[in-house]
């Protein structure tokens, strides 16, 4: 083999190369222009998690450590109280309550364990996806910044309805 040889060979390889890189070109681009334009999330998406109330407004959770005991990335923290008080003063639907409630987002992994665990159905995930953070301090979730009553929810999203065939971020909706 001869330098030539190699040369025309490398040649080649960048033109097949180029050519593939070259008929990406004409495409229409998928690129969502974030946060001019709200992004398109599914409706199983899981984002930060919301600790829901009942229709008196009461907290759905009672304190039963099975979301806690269900993660795998031991993300949550929970103490428990008991609120001796008639039924139409306590802060929850039930005699014991989380008086305290916090989700490590730095650890956390969505995996969903704990939304499945959850027997009163107090915590999901909503679709709140702005998480980041400077400090990492600030990724420790308490329980007034998980409740659903004071949590501030992203404008910067859709949620596909259930018709839409969107699997990927580069599909057009």
């Known amino acids: 083999m001869s330098i030539i040889t190699d040369v025309i060979d490398s040649?080649?390889?960048i033109i097949k190369g180029m050519s593939v890189t070259l008929s990406y070109?004409?495409?229409?681009?998928?690129?969502?222009?974030y946060p001019?334009?709200?992004v398109t999330v599914q409706p199983r998406y899981r984002g930060q998690h919301l600790l829901h109330v009942d229709e008196n407004g009461k907290e759905k959770c009672v304190a039963c450590f099975l979301c806690?005991?269900?993660?795998?990335?031991?993300?949550?923290?929970i103490v428990a109280k008991d609120d001796p008080r008639t039924p139409a003063e306590r802060i929850g639907v039930d005699e014991r309550y989380a008086e305290?409630?916090?989700?490590?987002?730095?650890?956390c992994i969505f995996c969903g364990y704990c939304v499945e665990a959850c027997p009163k159905d107090a915590i999901t995930h909503g679709y709140n996806f702005e998480l980041s953070v400077y400090n990492r301090a600030d990724l420790l979730k308490r329980k007034d910044d998980l409740l659903i009553t004071k949590q501030v929810q992203s404008k910067n999203y859709r949620v596909a309805s259930s018709h839409e065939d969107v699997d990927s971020e580069y599909k057009e909706v």
């Open 68 to 77: 806690a005991a269900a993660c795998p990335s031991e993300c949550i923290y």
């Open 25 to 33: 070109i004409p495409k229409t681009k998928q690129t969502v222009q």
């Open 11 to 13: 040649t080649r390889a």
């Open 100 to 107: 305290v409630y916090n989700i490590d987002y730095g650890r």
């Open 36 to 38: 001019e334009e709200p």
